[in-house]
């Protein structure tokens, strides 16, 4: 189990003690070195932005789905021969964020795409059989 992975255990068993917001001010803290990202949910459909400035080329990152787990892994070179830096916020070098999702995903429909500096993931909810709705026949016995 990685040191996130550990993180994220700990957060789950605080939580039940802890309202949600007490969370947000950590929030930095936990991802420092990794990207920054919106999730968004509609109905049985989920949209994930994922700020990834600065990628060269698409091969340098890795996009798992399982489960309720959006994992995203990669490398981002941002130095510059001659010149030393002073001051560094952009996400640089290797990284890895892996995302809770709130509900099962279909890992047969997901499409993600680069534009701009933005890793944009379209997820679909797994709807099992089970959940849905079967009529049950009667079969007449007299």
């Not at 189990?1 to 803290?29: G, Y």
């Not at 892994?73 to 130095?79: A, D, E, S």
């Not at 959940?131 to 009667?138: A, L, M, P, Y």
Request: glycine share 4%; net charge negative.
């Amino acid at each position: 189990m990685n040191k996130f992975s550990q993180l994220q255990q700990w957060k789950k068993s605080l939580t039940k003690f802890m309202d949600e917001d007490f969370w947000v001010d950590f929030q930095d803290m936990m991802y420092e070195n990794s990207p920054k990202l919106n999730l968004y949910e509609s109905g049985n459909e989920l949209f994930c932005l994922i700020a990834l400035p600065g990628l060269k080329e698409i091969s340098q990152i890795d996009v798992y789905a399982y489960q309720r787990v959006l994992e995203v892994k990669g490398q981002i070179n941002l130095r510059f021969p001659h010149y030393r830096l002073v001051q560094e916020e952009l996400l640089h070098g290797k990284f890895e964020r892996t995302i809770e999702l709130p509900y099962p995903v279909r890992d047969d429909k997901i499409e993600a795409t680069y534009q701009s500096g933005i890793l944009y993931v379209h997820l679909h909810r797994l709807i099992s059989p089970s959940e849905e709705k079967k009529r049950v026949n009667i079969q007449q016995l007299d």
